[in-house]
């Protein structure tokens, strides 16, 4: 390997991404949620991690088609948030570099990743 | 002790409140928050728990004046939810059996308690 | 209604045994776990909740059948933790009361209850 | 900005790095912990995180003189698991790059950051 380095700036700013991305799920998954509580459960999670430092932008949306879906099978009425149900995207701004990262199905599964790294020039 | 018997009506709804008041704390301890987004956070708090079985009513309400009493001490603009912050009245209906629990602070600690039980005549 | 009343000490060790199940699921559901990292998890969970007042016996047991077949189908080596893998057993005494209650999976779905109200004589 | 980019390998470790740390932290924070109990979900939370893609390496400790500080002053004997008891260290490998990232006290606030980035040569 070569010689450990302390990260860069941009480094640093994918780093924080990541932080936001396993808090938003890890907080969030398993809370209880229907067609009918999706919204205030949308809004609460983007408020929440926007609390988090150099964050400058949180998107959640919970796909209602998918929670129908899963529901029209099950007599329950509600079931838990999980990765399925869920469309993210994360906006960082750290020392003049802007991190999007979001979170999408992707193959049956929920992945997390960088779209796009900038740096103010 | 007495022989083992089956729980009562009234014995499963102040179990069935007991639940709701576990899985609101523990679902949502440690949530960032500020008093700029305690109103999402209250809101998504009673919708999702009151999606679980028997729950016919929830409030929730986040002491903003101790957040903000909390972060005037602070270089941070948020902090971690917790029962410091939460007054919880939650309304359950089993069987014919009301229950009503709350929580609230008593003593410095945040107290789960059922204060009436009620049941149809 | 009858008029509301305080409840028994049966019905608040119920509600207590309530508590540590909502608890012990929204604290560890969404938990990464695999067949080798169940041992470790099942012995946190039990450990914890045992802290809690009241808790007088915690087993938790995480089905790693469940979890291989679940993983026989998928790319991923672990899941997330939820009650298709649990059975849980909680003893509470409160005042004099004995309680005992589980969460197994019974018709496709987890299902918390009280099994045993005894009383001391 | 400049033109935005696709991530490197580095950034994506790191992004890597901070999602273990996000979920770790959001996933156990609140769990009941006392000093007889801190030992097995420091393995727990070890184990569970270790699970995660790309993570080769996850050290938990929970600090349990100050668990002992804080409960001396309490009539409670168990407390919740928060930033201020945890050293976390944790080390990622994503496409020949290694990121070791820990989180720690400083200045009385639970610091998470990347400390080293090295590349295989």
């Given at each position: 390997m070569s010689r450990p380095q302390t990260p860069t700036e941009p480094q640093t700013a994918?780093?924080?991404?990541?932080?936001k991305f396993g808090s938003l799920y890890h907080q969030f998954a398993g809370t209880p949620v229907s067609p009918a509580s999706a919204d205030s459960l949308e809004r609460a999670m983007a408020?929440?991690?926007?609390?988090?430092?150099?964050?400058?932008?949180?998107?959640?949306?919970?796909?209602?088609?998918?929670?129908?879906?899963?529901?029209?099978d099950s007599p329950a009425s509600y079931t838990e948030l999980t990765g399925r149900f869920l469309d993210v995207e994360i906006e960082i701004e750290y020392e003049g570099t802007l991190v999007t990262a979001t979170m999408q199905m992707e193959d049956g599964y929920p992945l997390m990743r960088v779209t796009d790294v900038a740096t103010r020039e």
């Open positions: 994918c780093f924080e991404a990541g932080i408020e929440s991690i926007e609390n988090q430092p150099h964050c400058v932008g949180v998107s959640v949306a919970i796909d209602t088609d998918e929670l129908e879906a899963e529901l029209s």
